[in-house]
């Protein structure tokens, strides 16, 4: 039998065979599959530009967020120097709005953190262990669920005071309750898998498992939901400044720029206007990348 003489050449081509032959893995195929839907990447784009409007567009604008001048209250826009007009103070719209998406942005991302944590751990931990502690900390879940959100709020401002701190903790701590019975949900599926029960005869723990094995394979539906989370908490966010019990003045929010705008749109229409479609343009962005990363993570649709 004559042997088989390998030239770099045969053997960079056997290489390729190779990871050819592998396949391409979940992830790659789920990116490939994003980048393709238009949709979402013109979400990815239009969200990219609104965060780094938010992150240094305060720092190029001619005013303060917070400077008042009598001279021009009410100024259109286009005229005395704002951009976007001026409100019933005189302070630069403009400012004030890039602002107010920096506040509303870091809301939905802190608070849906927070509600990340919270719920994944919880729904895992119940999920994966069952029995009567799951039953325990699922009661605990529709409990929680039964309080109505805002008389929690009300509750939480008037016992600790009102600041933008608090609307952090007052949002993350209702928006878990969701994640945690998706995370659970998925767990009950995930614990009876061969991969888990090999970690089991192999001697790993509880906890070892719950954090190498059930939620590494819970991050697509994770993801996903995230991306649909945020935009529930800046609305969150928007409803309690509607009403007044969000971020207070002098800072402002997507939120209190509306309803400051609804109060004044009689005399001043730009202070409705702009700040609403900056609310409209950042859902719509967050849900067209949830909706591509549904897509995309899907295996039915792969």
Not at 29 to 36: C, N
Not at 167 to 178: D, M, N, Q, R, Y
Not at 231 to 236: G, K, S
Request: charged share 15%; no cysteine.
């Amino acid at each position: 039998m004559t042997g088989t003489i390998l030239t770099p050449g045969s053997r960079v081509g056997a290489e390729t065979m190779e990871k050819a032959a592998r396949g391409r893995s979940l992830w790659d195929d789920a990116r490939r599959r994003l980048l393709r839907n238009k949709a979402a990447v013109g979400g990815m784009i239009v969200l990219g530009l609104l965060v780094l409007a938010a992150i240094i567009g305060p720092y190029f604008t001619p005013y303060a967020y917070d400077q008042i001048n009598k001279d021009h209250v009410w100024a259109p826009p286009l005229t005395q120097g704002h951009l976007l007009g001026a409100d019933s103070l005189g302070r630069d719209l403009l400012a004030r709005l890039l602002t107010g998406l920096r506040v509303s942005l870091a809301i939905g991302l802190v608070a849906t953190t927070v509600s990340l944590i919270i719920g994944v751990a919880w729904g895992a931990i119940a999920g994966y262990l069952g029995g009567r502690i799951d039953e325990i900390m699922m009661r605990v879940v529709d409990v929680l669920y039964s309080l109505p959100f805002i008389f929690f709020v009300i509750l939480l401002m008037v016992t600790f005071g009102s600041n933008i701190i608090l609307i952090f903790v007052a949002i993350g701590a209702v928006e878990w309750l969701t994640m945690s019975r998706i995370v659970r949900g998925q767990t009950l599926s995930l614990k009876h898998k061969e991969f888990v029960e090999a970690a089991r005869a192999a001697g790993l723990g509880d906890g070892g498992i719950i954090a190498k094995h059930i939620i590494p394979n819970l991050l697509g539906p994770v993801v996903v939901y995230v991306t649909l989370t945020i935009p529930a908490v800046i609305l969150a966010e928007s409803f309690l400044s509607f009403l007044g019990l969000g971020v207070q003045p002098p800072m402002a929010s997507l939120g209190t720029l509306i309803a400051n705008g609804a109060q004044d749109m009689e005399l001043a229409w730009w202070l409705l206007v702009f700040p609403s479609l900056t609310m409209v343009v950042t859902l719509m962005s967050f849900n067209f990348i949830g909706d591509g990363l549904r897509d995309a993570i899907d295996p039915k649709d792969r």
